[in-house]
């Protein structure tokens, strides 16, 4: 079974601090995202990255930033976190196809609060 | 431009069937995806229909009409664990991405 996980469940933030959400996958897979979840608004893309190293931008990537040092590791950064960042984020891993047809699979999510 | 339609929420009765159905406008189309979302936890992966016509995965069937741009998600013999929301999900032509509904809360009444 694929797997993904997510650095923490829940975590609370102050505004103005530097935040790292962590994501690691355990399947060779190519593709990586991170969301954000808001009632009534749905999955919006935030990042996503198709290569070690390579990132794209999605619909909201205001923001943030991210990184891909390592195949299995797709890292989301709140440079200074703001109060509308408090949502739920999700990581994202799919196999390699390039026209989205590859399942994706999402891990655990993280609810960020800030305060 | 590219969008999905889902209603927002449903109410059904514990042991009947129910029918969510999901629009979609795309440019391209390679499939569409349907997960099911339990409340505070990630989206796991339901169906994914490349073919017009109506799968079955036990409980669950998917139906696609791609000429209609219309997909339905079946589910019977309704149980309280089914209480979820639904999302319907198509992928941007060549683009890596998912254009996502924005989901159907199922609400299971005993």
């Known amino acids: 079974d694929v797997k993904v996980t997510q650095s923490s469940r829940y975590l609370v933030k102050r505004t103005g601090e530097k935040v790292f959400l962590e994501c690691v996958q355990d399947?060779?897979?190519?593709?990586m995202f991170w969301y954000r979840q808001d009632p009534g608004l749905g999955l919006r893309l935030i990042y996503f990255?198709?290569?070690?190293?390579?990132?794209e931008k999605g619909d909201i990537p205001e923001g943030y930033s991210v990184s891909r040092e390592k195949k299995e590791r797709f890292s989301l950064i709140l440079e200074s976190a703001s109060t509308n960042q408090t949502s739920m984020y999700l990581c994202?891993?799919?196999?390699?196809?390039?026209?989205?047809?590859?399942?994706?699979?999402f891990g655990p999510g993280t609810r960020l609060t800030v305060l | 431009g590219q969008n999905i339609d889902q209603p927002t929420e449903m109410t059904a009765t514990e042991g009947a069937i129910v029918q969510i159905n999901c629009t979609y406008q795309?440019?391209?189309?390679?499939?569409l995806f349907w997960y099911q979302q339990h409340a505070g936890e990630a989206p796991t992966f339901l169906s994914y229909?490349?073919l017009d016509g109506l799968e079955e995965k036990g409980r669950f069937s998917s139906f696609l009409s791609r000429s209609k741009g219309y997909s339905y998600l079946l589910l019977k013999e309704l149980q309280m664990k089914d209480s979820a929301s639904y999302l319907c999900?198509?992928?941007?032509?060549?683009?890596?991405?998912?254009?996502w509904g924005a989901g159907t809360k199922l609400i299971i009444k005993p």
């Open positions: 994202a891993s799919s196999l390699s196809d390039r026209d989205g047809s590859d399942t994706q699979y």
């Open positions: 399947m060779d897979h190519e593709n």
């Open positions: 990255s198709y290569d070690v190293k390579m990132k």
């Open positions: 795309t440019s391209g189309f390679n499939g």
């Open positions: 229909n490349v």
């Open positions: 999900a198509v992928p941007m032509d060549s683009n890596y991405q998912l254009i």
